[in-house]
């Protein structure tokens, strides 16, 4: 099954203790559709400007992924991040935001996309994320993505999109500030009491958490030695679950269980290098070999 | 097999966000010996002072600790230690030390002890923890806790200890500031180059980590939302880990990492209330129970 994703594209600056990129591919739906096109044929809806180089486009056409809801506004620059790891990689500091041409975004999604069953709402304001809802009526999976900021600014839209979605994915942090609680698994259901039927909370380095009214659980990230640019893990994570839930065509507990351990392994590559050039040195067969390493560290 | 742990006993002042409790029974060894007793003889090897509840010895004898090694001394004072928890219930301040009773603290070892295979030679001064190897020489299974005042202050002293010792258990900020690199795949397989065969990075809420020359792999917490006062997480993580150890008498990597999974699991009951409060409460029966629960959060 094809999966659209709504988010943004940007092009990043990033600087890590040992090196610096400046104006590389970067953005949550960029992240998101590569990680999803290893498992299922992924429809990109965002907006770039004049300035935005047109063989970022075709690499991921180079995977398969439908650009054809990518806009390119004239005069107009893309949307650009710049950022700054501290030294245990997985805290940062934002530097500068230029949001550009996404600032005024309001996502249309061609016609092609509006029967589509898999549905990612990668960051953005919730009234947005609403609208585009309201534009795939028929989609059996919804799944969101949120941020410190919505819920400071944007609680009360916030708190409609959760009772119309079928899942949300946030970081550890952001559950904490949208409940007030501490404890993690506790915060992860009071979220989900909000509305969803499964929450996602992302711990980073430490893996992913699952709350649904049956089930609570947590899976280790991948251990690796070799974490470059954790730019874009999030959005990889997310990616890689809706995109293996999105090729079964199955959102039983079983599958979703599996997903996430997907979403966990795609994004322990995205860490590997800056932007997505670790993603572009591997093919399925190596997130599956991950898989199979996964699954023996986490058997005795 | 018996298994013999060498550490302090103390009466602890513990403050929570919610609730503050005064003078409760704690120490490394109580917590190791008490998780250890789940599932083999622990003996303990402590001191205490004239104001030690002698209560609290009968309580450890009655899980079947063997108390012959616990010193008491006239005229002096328990070890004494009060903490205060922040609101993640993950950090914690110490407020107050008293080391008392503890600070001369020699232990010989009775000569019952003497031929125990295993040993767990919990924090304290890494000259000391020597003496105690010295007094064993026939442990086919020693491993060893440190902390940050030991890295700092007796640095040489503990690089001699790692070349004696089976396995080294300590924090994740520990094995980042014993090696300078806050990569923890890198620092755990760096501090297992300093001598031991295998070492155990413990996460807190995070779970556990484990390096050996073959293996590098990651275990989760058990994610409860009753979290309590984690006083002691660690040292009854410890004692569950070694427990299973010497009641299997097996140290092989199978076995290694299933009691990584024990030593998670007893943790997962003593944070659930202050002191020994929960594990007073529990059987091996609700551990195991608890460890089919693990086990089926862990596969997909």
């Known amino acids: 099954m094809p999966l659209v994703v709504v988010g943004s594209v940007a092009l990043d600056s990033v600087e890590t203790p040992d090196e610096r990129r400046e104006n590389v591919l970067g953005g949550s739906a960029t992240f998101f559709s590569y990680a999803a096109s290893y498992f299922t044929t992924a429809r990109l809806v965002s907006v770039v400007g004049e300035d935005w180089p047109e063989e970022h486009t075709r690499l991921l056409e180079s995977r398969g992924i439908d650009t054809s809801g990518l806009e390119v506004v004239l005069d107009a620059k893309t949307f650009r991040w710049s950022g700054k790891y501290l030294k245990n990689m ?5 530097l500068d935001v230029q949001l550009n041409v996404f600032d005024q975004f309001n996502p249309q999604l061609p016609e092609s996309y509006r029967r589509c069953r898999y549905l990612f709402l990668a960051n953005g304001h919730p009234s947005i994320q609403m609208n585009v809802l309201d534009q795939c009526p028929g989609a059996n999976m919804t799944v969101a993505d949120t941020m410190d900021l919505w819920i400071n600014v944007a609680r009360d839209e916030l708190l409609s999109l959760l009772k119309r979605i079928d899942g949300l994915v946030l970081n550890d942090s952001e559950a904490k500030m949208l409940t007030g609680d501490d ?17 996602v909370i992302k711990k980073g380095e430490h893996g992913a958490m699952f709350f649904s009214e049956h089930e609570t659980y947590v899976l280790p990230a991948y251990p690796t030695d070799d974490v470059v640019d954790p730019t874009g893990a999030g959005d990889s994570f997310g990616g890689g679950m809706m995109g293996y839930l999105a090729e079964q065509d199955n959102v039983e507990p079983k599958t979703l269980k599996r997903a996430m351990a997907y979403g966990i392994l795609t994004a322990s590559f995205t860490v590997e290098d800056f932007s997505l050039d670790r993603l572009k040195e591997i093919e399925r067969s190596d997130i599956d070999r991950r898989m199979e390493e996964y699954e023996r560290m986490l058997s005795f």
């Open 90 to 94: 997985n805290d940062r500091e934002t």
């Open 183 to 199: 404890n993690l698994v506790r915060a992860g259901h009071a979220v989900r009491e909000m509305g969803p039927r499964f929450v």
